[in-house]
């Protein structure tokens, strides 16, 4: 969220992001309008209560009856006005609560000009896309032939856009996982296991309510909501703290199941498990000082794409321009792998800079050693995402005869298997 403060003196800045974001930048007229309205009331009934405590303390001292009389009648009518204005302010402070909550962050001056994803800039490249003497095989053909992936129990059981993995495919994406978090441990980030479940405030804070209620699953009943990502719960772990500044990086790595009620488009994605309802996710999560959030961003990205290199993958690094930049971020580096049989450049990762964009929702603050207080900067990232990491795993190490080789960084997990046939 952003400081109303800033908006307040700097409207013009938040106007241009806007635009560069491709956004209508009338809001701001708006924002500044319900501030105006909201310190208005506030300061009406700053100077109502200061009348009503000195009236107070000569109603104390009057020896007249009739003159304590008539005081406390206009006060009456006073403490009925300050009741009216306590009601007011708070109105206005849901409504501008409510409209500034909307507003995307300010994207970094590093991040490029752009209307959409055609104009993301691929900074660079790594590693070379394996080349075979034969056609190969999409994922969704090469699962269904091993085994290892099957539609129709998803579709069965939950409904399209759902599929089980089985056998050495479902012992291949935990080995995927249980890969990651442990890569992640030795790149110094302290593992968490979060609930898969979080309240409405947590969601709030991290950014993702009220912008995205319609791609939530909620139980209505219980008020819970099914995370997203990973970044939602551990966004959550320091609400309302204070982190002492020696504390400062927190480094924090999860897998979580994430759940997204995607709007599938026609033709788009159709065939295989691109894209779906329910994912598994290891994230890479920072808190840290302002003045060091850029190092924590490189270092982010590094580690992704440590990840990557080590399972072999071919991968590119994208970073988005501000008109496919995301909510919460201010800059943000995607890493693509290349999946054989799909053909195509298939994004794992976003490693984003938030500022204080989510610190400041969720109210994270920092205690330096001169005792003064100052909102912290968050970063996330995918290390990496499934099942599209699965995805190049599969078609990228393909045999002629229909078989896989399992990656060797993976094989400690599988139990010595080698090969999936």
Known sequence: MLDITMIRENPQVVRAALEKRNLDPGVVDDLIRLDLERRSYLAEVETLKAERNRVSKEIGSSKEKSEREEKINAM?????????????????????????????????????????????VVIRTIGEKPVFNFDPKPHWQLGSELGIINFDQGVKISGSRFYVLS?????????????????????????KYTPFMVKAETLFASGQLPKFVDNLYHDVEED???????????????????????????????????????????????????????????????????????????????????????????????QLC??????????????EVWAAGCN???????????????ARRANIKYRSENGKTQ????????????PRALIAVLENNQQADGSIRIPEILQPWMGGITEIR
């Open 76 to 120: 009456r009518q006073v403490g009925d006005r300050i009741a009216v204005l306590d009601e007011s302010v708070r109105q206005a402070d849901t409504n501008l609560r409510d409209l500034i909550s909307g507003v995307p962050n300010i994207p970094d001056d590093s991040t490029p000009l752009g209307k959409d994803e055609s104009e993301n």
């Open 167 to 191: 056998g050495a495919g479902a012992r291949l994406q935990r080995a995927l996982i249980a890969f990651m978090l442990d890569l992640h441990i030795r790149q110094q980030y302290t593992e």
């Open 224 to 318: 819970f909501w099914m995370v997203p990502t990973a970044e939602v719960p551990l966004t959550g772990l320091h609400m309302n703290d204070f982190i002492e500044e020696s504390d400062l990086p927190l480094r924090y790595t999860a897998y979580t199941p994430c759940f997204r009620r995607e709007k599938m488009s026609a033709g788009r994605d159709v065939r295989g498990i691109k894209r779906g309802h329910q994912f598994d996710k290891v994230e890479m999560y920072i808190f840290c000082k302002p003045e060091d959030s850029q190092h924590e961003l490189e270092k982010m990205l590094s580690d992704a794409e440590e990840t990557a290199r080590l399972l072999g993958l071919p991968y590119r690094i994208v």
């Open 322 to 335: 501000t008109g496919d930049l995301g909510f919460n971020a201010r800059v943000t580096y995607d890493i």
């Open 344 to 358: 195509e450049w298939l994004e794992v990762s976003s490693v984003s800079n938030v500022g204080d964009f989510q």
């Open 375 to 386: 909102l912290v900067h968050t970063l996330n990232g995918s290390g990496l995402g499934l």
